[in-house]
Every structure is written in C-alpha cells, then in structure tokens.
C-alpha cells in the first residue's frame, strides 16, 4: 500500500507539473540575443572640395555656387579650406578621403606640394580633378578645369597696347602671381608674349626688373627664364606684399620712370594694392593698371576710374564644369576634353573656359546685365 501509494502521489505531482507546463506553451529554449535594428550607413559623401583661402571674396563665391549647384543636383558635398597650409591642405585632402569621396576637387596652395594630396586620392581610388589651378609634378591628376590662363595674361597686355596707341618709350611695371602657383607663369607667358614685340620695337620700356630687362629680346621665355623674371616681381597674390613692392619700385624709380605708367598686374586684390601706391606718388600723372577675377571691390575702382581693367572669369561657368567633370566621373564616364596642359608629369586633359575684359565701358553689360552682380552692389554705375 505504501509503495502503491506513493508512486500514486508521484505520477499525480507529474501529471499536474506535465498540465502546467503545456498551459505555459512549449518548453523554452535558450534565448537569442536581442537584435537592435543598426543604422544605416552614413550616406558618403560624393564630391570633396579643398579651397585655398577664406581670406579672398574670389573663393567665397566658388564655395557658395559649389554648395547651392551641387546641393541642387543632389550629390553630397564638403568643402574645406586650407588657409594657405599645404600641410593643412594635405590634412584636409585624408580627411575628406577618410569620408569616402569618389570625386576631389582641389585647388592646390602650393602646385608642387599638392602632388602628395593627390597621390594619396589616386591610391585610395578617388578622381582628382585639378580646379583653376594645376597640380604639378604627378601623375594623379585625371583632369583640370580653368579658364585660358594664357588668354588672361594677354588681355592684360593687349588692353595696355592699346592704350599706349603709337607712343613711343612708354614707362612698364611688370607683376606677378606667387611662384608656387603654376597659373602665374601660365598668366606671365600670356602677357609677355603679346606685348614682347611691343617692348622690342621701343614702344614699352621696362622699370622694374633686371631679369626682364636682361631677357627682353626673347619673344618666348623658357619656365626657368620666367621663373627669374617672377622672382623679381612677384606679389605672392598679397595685398600687402604688392603694396610694399610697388612702393619700393616707386622709391628708387627716377621722375623720368614715373608721369604715365602702364601697369601689369596679376590680379584685383593685388592690382587695388599696386593702383594705391602709383596713385599716392606724386610724380605719377596718369597709370594703367591691370586685373582679374572681377572682384566687387575692383568693379567699384573701374566705375571710380582707380582701376583700368579686370577679366572676368565667370566663377559660374568654372563651377559648372567642374561639376560637370565630376558627375561624368560619378557615372563611369569621362569629361569632355579640348585641350591639355602639361604638369612637369604629365599631359593633362582640360577644357579650358572663355574670358571676358571688363572695363568701364561695358561693366554694366558684362557684370550686370548678365546677372553676375547685382546693380545696387556698385555706385555711380555708368
């Protein structure tokens, strides 16, 4: 009985646990870990920008049409600065690589420093493409947008040739950009090419460089050749330094070497600069004095008559194209090409963009008629 009993009892406990359990639903089995839903990945970017400076209104334009053109054709986009670094620059370059750009568009501080940035997107399979200014000294460069960097240089000479008309002795002073940018010699060949025979039949005379005077003969120099004339009268793209350069000229200059001056200068920052010193100097009567990249502040100096020219180069246009050179890469394909420069390495592809002179008899037609400016950004507009 007690044996009977208790298996009784223990068959019962079972029958009963067995019940509970199947109320319960199946028996568990070791739980999976929780999956927490993860993110998407951050969206790369497409595009990566290096500029070369927050210091002048000529890159503060490209920023912006940059932002607002590649913003609207829906890549994303980050621009980035190198405030005159190359260091910085080469910083920003992995940074932005480090982000997973396809495309790099860069103008570089320094054109031979810059190899190394671009080396380095070319490893990590990036497309460079070198903007307004060229790389040189590498082979990773797929392409290069800029305007005719030579057909600047000689709009600034053709307009002081004709300014000069058939005088004779006509006082030159000669500047340049910085020689680490190779669009300065590329500016300085336009200029010296066109107005060398200008110079060798008597018409110009030159004031301010030994190196040119030495080479004044010479219709086409070579890089080394320019190279020495730059050195002499290079502004460095600087307010300042053109200034202080200008200034010295004028001081050792005799009265003879001043009354009407002809005037190249690299562009409008430094031609604002050059322009205040002759203007100060009371042996200068009259100057000429050239520009480029149409900034607002020179657009007001030619209403105003302190600046004879600029060319503009339609910051528009240039952004387009390089847009352009981008997408095309973005899809699998190639830029359209019409020209090549070659960087000390290599030919590289471009399509070069058209530039207009803008003086005061057609700043209104130039600048706003066509909507680069608006006209309540200027005075006394003709």
């Known amino acids: 009985m007690f044996k009977k009993s208790w298996l009784y009892a223990l068959t ?22 929780t999956t927490v839903p993860t993110q998407p990945p951050a969206s790369k970017l497409a595009v990566g920008i290096v500029l070369p400076t927050k210091d002048e209104p000529r890159w503060l334009q490209d920023e912006a049409r940059f932002k607002d053109a590649l913003t609207a054709a829906g890549y994303d986009v980050q621009i980035l600065f190198s405030q005159g670094d190359s260091a910085k620059e080469k910083a920003n370059v992995e940074a932005l690589i480090s982000q997973g750009i396809q495309v790099l568009i860069i103008t570089p501080q320094d054109a031979t420093a810059a190899a190394a940035a671009a080396e380095e997107a070319r490893a990590a399979g990036v ?17 290069y947008v800029t305007f005719d960097s030579f057909a600047v240089g000689a709009a600034w000479s053709q307009y002081l ?5 058939t005088a004779k002795g006509n006082n030159l002073y000669l500047y340049a950009g910085a020689s680490s940018d190779n669009n300065a010699f590329i500016f300085f060949e336009g200029a010296w090419e066109t107005i060398q025979p200008k110079i060798a039949d008597g018409t110009f005379v030159i004031k301010n460089s030994s190196e040119a005077v030495a080479l004044q003969g010479k219709a086409t ?7 020495k004339i730059i050195g002499q009268v290079t502004t460095n793209w600087d307010f300042n330094t053109a200034k202080n350069l200008a200034e010295s000229n004028l001081t050792v200059a005799q009265a003879a070497d001043k009354g009407t001056v002809f005037i190249v200068a690299p562009n409008d920052g430094t031609a604002r600069a050059i322009a205040d010193a002759f203007a100060a100097d009371k042996d200068v009567t009259t100057y000429y004095v050239t520009g480029q990249d149409a900034e607002k502040a020179s657009v007001q100096y030619i209403i105003d008559g302190k600046q004879s020219m600029t060319v503009l180069k339609d910051v528009r246009t240039l952004v387009n194209d390089a847009i352009a050179a981008a997408v095309a890469y973005l899809k699998g394909g190639t830029p359209e090409q019409t020209n090549t420069y070659n960087n000390g390495k290599i030919d590289v592809p471009a399509k070069p963009s058209a ?10 037609a ?7 400016y608006q006209a309540s950004d200027f005075t006394g507009l003709p």
């Open 355 to 364: 530039i207009v002179t803008v003086t005061q008899d057609n700043v209104k």
């Open 161 to 165: 040739i004709e300014k000069a008309g």
């Open 127 to 143: 497309k460079v493409i070198s903007y307004d200014r060229l790389i040189r000294e590498t082979e990773a460069v797929d392409y």
């Open 221 to 227: 120099l070579t890089r080394d050749e320019e190279a």
């Open 12 to 33: 019962t406990m079972l029958v009963v646990a067995a019940m509970a359990l199947s109320a319960c639903g199946p028996a568990a089995t070791t739980a999976a870990p």
């Open 366 to 372: 130039a600048l706003i008629d066509s909507g680069y």
